[in-house]
């Protein structure tokens, strides 16, 4: 199974501990390294781009 996450999801997880969306990261193994999961987490430049630049915006 392969998953897409919007920005948000990436940003309110970070900023709201205990927050349903912190709890998707986790569960995907966001937080730990060695987690393997049988789900792929999809993910791009371009993503990565808009998480870093609403992450500069919310400092």
Known sequence: ?????DTNIYIIGQLFPGSAEEKLLKVLG??????SST?????SQEL????LR??????
């Open 1 to 5: 199974m392969r998953i897409f996450f």
């Open 39 to 43: 789900i792929q987490v999809i993910i």
């Open 54 to 59: 609403v992450a500069k915006r919310l400092r």
């Open 30 to 35: 966001f937080y730990n390294q060695n987690y």
């Open 48 to 51: 990565i781009d808009q998480i």
